[in-house]
């Protein structure tokens, strides 16, 4: 059974920072593009970064947050640094097999979802 296990959310004051994580299992995602997402409360949920043999970031958190994955650990990270309060939201992470086209902000192409993690920056 495929599972990603989202970990590191939690309260930090604005301008702190946090460290995502997510553990996969059940399937090797080396040849996978891993992906977090956020949803705040009462907007969509929206892509924040992705890395596939390349990799993209939401242009408001460009400059602060920086994916990383250890394929060797089957785990993706998603560093936070600067937040604002405006990050607030559940973060969560998806994967999907590599694709000859690059459209990471496309949910319906990801095959598995963690439960999300809650990330709330006060002000």
């Known amino acids: 059974q495929v599972q990603l296990v989202e970990s590191g959310g939690g309260l930090v004051q604005a301008g702190g920072s946090l460290k995502l994580s997510c553990a996969a299992s059940?399937?090797?995602?080396?040849?996978?593009?891993m992906a977090w997402f956020r949803q705040a409360e009462g907007k969509e949920r929206e892509l924040v970064a992705a890395s596939g043999g390349r990799t993209s970031y939401a242009d408001s958190v460009k400059g602060r947050f920086t994916i990383s994955r250890d394929n060797a650990k089957n785990t993706v990270y998603l560093q936070m640094l600067s937040l604002k309060p405006e990050d607030t939201a559940v973060y969560f992470c998806a994967a999907k097999r590599f694709l000859s086209s690059w459209n990471p902000q496309t949910e319906g192409e990801y095959d598995y979802w963690g439960q999300g993690t809650q990330v709330t920056v006060s002000s």
């Open positions: 059940g399937r090797t995602f080396s040849s996978y593009t």
